[in-house]
Nanobody
Framework: QVQLVESGGGLVQAGGSLRLSCAAS????????MGWFRQVPGKERDAVAA????????SYADSVKGRFTISRDNAKNTVYLKMNSLKPEDTAVYYC??????????????????WGQGTQVTVSS
């Protein structure tokens, strides 16, 4: 059983930056690809970015390409999401998740078996 704990969310003005962290415990971190998803109340959970177990492969939603960067530190069992040039439409609860298909940077939520509790990101205009 893998536990995931997100941190780093908060309130930021449009154009600002935040870095989210997700610390994993209870399993072998390198057995999993990792992903970030976000959800607005009343809407489906959308993929933001994903990264393979080694960090060698990444995928991004079109809406965040060029602004967000996913990375991981396997020595620290942590995955990060650096968010630059934030927009009000980036406001959501952000979740990290772990997928056992570790060679794929999947953006399909069904590929992920462990989820964190989420962290709120609010971007003011």
């Amino acid at each position: 059983q893998v536990q995931l704990v997100e941190s780093g969310g908060g309130l930021v003005q449009a154009g600002g930056s935040l870095r989210l962290s997700c610390a994993a415990s209870g399993g072998t971190f390198t057995r999993y690809a990792m992903g970030w998803f976000r959800q607005v109340p009343g809407k489906e959970r959308d993929a933001v970015a994903a990264i393979t177990w080694s960090g060698g492969g990444t995928s991004y939603a079109d809406s965040v390409k060029g602004r967000f960067t996913i990375s991981r530190d396997n020595a620290k069992n942590t995955v990060y999401l650096k968010m630059n040039s934030l927009k009000p439409e980036d406001t959501a609860v952000y979740y990290c998740a772990a997928s056992p298909t570790r060679y794929r940077s999947s953006t399909y939520a069904n590929d992920y078996v462990y989820w964190g509790q989420g962290t709120q990101v609010t971007v003011s205009s």
